[in-house]
């Protein structure tokens, strides 16, 4: 059994500021890479921005020089400083881990999403 628990979504003025985290726990015996995704009724899911084991990073061109992913490997958690928003920012933000359970499977997972408003 694993879950990933998601924090930090919330509403607020453009221009604002919001820090996401993601904690992962249950069976894992070692986390590879965590993303972070959205989706809004107007698009498909699309990766905002990834991470990888070694700490390499990757985002999408729309949020690149305003959003930061970062991660503490002890803690199982990935977290997303997210700056300078926009209302077009705003979306159900997921969180989605690949990993290695303790039955020795390789196995991806996703949070519940958290709600990020970005309104005037």
């Known amino acids: 059994q694993v879950q990933l628990v998601e924090s930090g979504g919330g509403l607020l003025q453009p221009g604002g500021s919001l820090r996401l985290s993601c904690a992962a726990s249950g069976s894992i015996f070692a986390i590879n890479a965590m993303r972070w995704y959205r989706q809004t009724p107007r698009k498909q899911r699309e990766l905002v921005a990834g991470?990888?084991?070694?700490?390499?990073?990757n985002y999408a061109d729309s949020v690149e020089g305003r959003f930061t992913i970062s991660r503490d490997s002890a803690k199982n958690t990935v977290y997303l400083q997210m700056n300078g928003l926009k209302t077009e920012d705003t979306a159900v933000y997921y969180c989605n881990a690949q990993m290695v359970t303790r039955d020795w499977r390789f196995s991806e997972y996703w949070g519940q999403g958290t709600q990020v408003t970005v309104s005037s």
């Open positions: 991470i990888s084991g070694a700490g390499s990073t």
